[in-house]
């Protein structure tokens, strides 16, 4: 028997859907990763965001991050099936290296998140224009 690895996945869905298709879309990459021998373990959906620069004349994509557990001859399949869809405008499947989770258990533990500036109201913004003059 072939052992399963920890995968994350990054993907970008069209933003400028409606939300309905936007769920289709989302449910559809999560069928492609369970079809292909995937066990999910966790989603984190960020929703929408403008992308830093056009892709496939968009520029609002909705984002979202699915950690699984796959073999890995499977992963080539989901990486077809992702670029053959249409409204999956980017992806990025890594495989998570020990290193890799030991590294970020200690950024978790040390940092301090702050979120973006489109995560604040405009209220909140104007505060901190007004505090950093």
Same mark, same amino acid.
């Given at each position: 028997? @072939?052992? @399963?690895?920890? !995968?994350?996945?990054? /993907?970008? #869905?069209?933003?400028?859907?409606?939300? $309905?298709? #936007?769920?289709?879309?989302?449910? &559809?990459?999560?069928?492609?990763?369970?079809?292909?021998?995937?066990?999910?373990?966790?989603?984190?959906?960020?929703?929408?965001? @403008?992308? %830093? !620069? =056009? +892709?496939?004349?968009?520029?609002?994509?909705? !984002? $979202?991050? +699915? &950690?699984?557990?796959?073999?890995?001859?499977?992963?080539? %399949?989901?990486?077809? $099936?992702?670029? !053959?869809?249409?409204? /999956?405008?980017?992806?990025?499947?890594?495989?998570?290296?020990? =290193?890799?989770?030991?590294?970020?258990?200690?950024?978790?533990?040390?940092? /301090?998140? +702050?979120?973006? =500036?489109?995560?604040?109201?405009?209220? &909140?913004?104007?505060?901190?224009? $007004? %505090?950093?003059?």
């Amino acid at each position: 028997m @072939k052992q @399963k690895k920890l !995968y994350e996945c990054t /993907v970008i #869905i069209d933003g400028g859907m409606e939300d $309905a298709a #936007i769920e289709s879309a989302m449910a &559809e990459v999560k069928n492609v990763i369970s079809g292909n021998g995937g066990d999910i373990d966790n989603v984190l959906e960020i929703g929408r965001r @403008k992308m %830093a !620069y =056009p +892709i496939k004349k968009q520029t609002i994509g909705w !984002y $979202a991050h +699915i &950690e699984f557990n796959a073999e890995a001859s499977g992963i080539a %399949a989901m990486e077809k $099936a992702f670029r !053959y869809d249409e409204n /999956v405008l980017r992806f990025l499947i890594v495989q998570l290296s020990t =290193p890799l989770l030991e590294m970020r258990k200690r950024v978790e533990k040390y940092s /301090v998140v +702050i979120g973006s =500036p489109e995560d604040q109201s405009d209220e &909140e913004q104007q505060e901190g224009d $007004a %505090a950093g003059r």
